[in-house]
């Protein structure tokens, strides 16, 4: 606890839920960032508050090779490193039931932003995370480690579970961290859950535990966050 945490992030999803939440608690605790999101709109209300040295906000979709790798080369020249990797944009589109669902067109977009775009995030940023010795955090959920019945969501999430672990594995010897974060329902609006329904956790909850990850000392790696409201029933 007692190390000096790494100063300049990105985190994609940051337009809102956990990713504005973990960017407005980034800044307030004196780092640089650089925010993702495809709707720039509702990514500078994020921002209007927070001090604009301390920000870079992008517009990217996760799932595009092009578009990310510009936004990381973007955070780089602006700020002249990256420490800290936060892929953390995810999407539930639709019924993603495998028995009942009427449109299963849906579920490309998910399956692309929730694990092709987790990747994307990984192999772009990793190159200058090995230069830092930074830390790589992925946004899993509970549900990537109980599989919801008929649930092609619960799936995309067991697959960021994977890749979380084939990475850290990959960079063993590389000074790296890995950080799989697996939270419980959160009141976002991600979903069409009531957001007031208990039990739940809001998305600030989620984010002191990411910082809680990257605020160790650098030889202590905490490699997963089981994140669960109190009472929950997965």
């Not at 100063?7 to 780092?31: C, F």
């Amino acid at each position: 606890m007692s190390a000096t945490p790494p100063n300049t992030w990105l985190i994609t999803g940051a337009s809102s839920g956990i990713g504005a939440a973990t960017a407005r608690q980034v800044v307030q605790a004196g780092h640089r960032v650089a925010l993702i999101a495809r709707n720039t709109e509702r990514l500078l209300s994020v921002v209007q508050d927070l001090d604009p040295q301390q920000v870079l906000c992008l517009g990217a979709d996760v799932s595009d090779w092009n578009e990310m790798s510009a936004a990381v080369t973007a955070t780089v020249q602006h700020f002249g490193a990256l420490d800290v990797a936060f892929a953390n944009a995810g999407l539930l589109s639709g019924s993603t039931s495998l028995v009942t669902s009427d449109t299963p067109d849906e579920w490309r977009e998910m399956v692309l932003t929730n694990v092709l775009g987790a990747a994307f995030t990984a192999r772009l940023c990793l190159p200058e995370l090995i230069k830092s010795r930074g830390h790589l955090l992925l946004t899993g959920s509970v549900l990537g480690r109980v599989a919801m019945a008929g649930e092609l969501y619960s799936a995309t999430k067991w697959a960021v579970t994977g890749l979380a672990e084939v990475i850290r594995r990959e960079l063993i010897g590389s000074g790296v961290r890995v950080t799989l974060v697996e939270p419980g329902r959160v009141a976002t609006g991600f979903s069409d859950a009531d957001p007031n329904a208990a039990p739940n956790l809001q998305p600030d909850d989620v984010a002191r535990a990411v910082l809680y990850a990257t605020s160790q000392p650098a030889h202590v790696d905490v490699n997963e966050l089981l994140i669960r409201p109190v009472g929950a029933p997965e």
